[in-house]
Nanobody
Framework: QVQLVESGGGLVQPGGSLTLSCAAS?????MGWFRQAPGKEREFVAS?????DYADSVKGRFSMSRDSAKKTVYLQMNSLKPEDTAVYYC???????????????????WGQGTQVTVSS
């Protein structure tokens, strides 16, 4: 059982930056971020194991990282666009596998979600 607590969402202007945090109750090797906009499916944003992976839509703009204790992960979002507006969810998985990206239904633990709005 793992609890995930997110923070850092808010309103930001296009081109601005925002950093999301996710504090886990225990260390989990495989963690990720998904986002969901109204009327859209929950989509993969980024994941971290001993490497990072990013969706094409955010590659080069977003960075995922861990703190030194490895209980908190971050999503640094730069050059934000209106289409980045969504609820962002932190997630963790019990088992690591390198068989490609894992769909949302196969992640085990989820945060409550935090709203990110990119608008002038």
């Amino acid at each position: 059982q793992v609890q995930l607590v997110e923070s850092g969402g808010g309103l930001v202007q296009p081109g601005g930056s925002l950093t999301l945090s996710c504090a886990a109750s225990r260390y989990m090797f495989m963690m990720g971020w998904f986002r969901q906009a109204p009327g859209k499916e929950r989509e993969f944003v980024a994941s971290i194991t001993d490497t990072t992976d990013y969706a094409d839509s955010v590659k080069g703009r977003f960075s995922m990282s861990r703190d030194s204790a490895k209980k908190t992960v971050y999503l640094q979002m730069n050059s934000l666009k209106p289409e980045d507006t969504a609820v962002y969810y932190c997630t963790a998985r019990r088992v690591f596998e390198s068989r490609g990206r894992v769909p949302a239904s196969e992640w085990d633990f989820w945060g409550q979600g935090t709203q990110v709005t990119v608008s002038s």
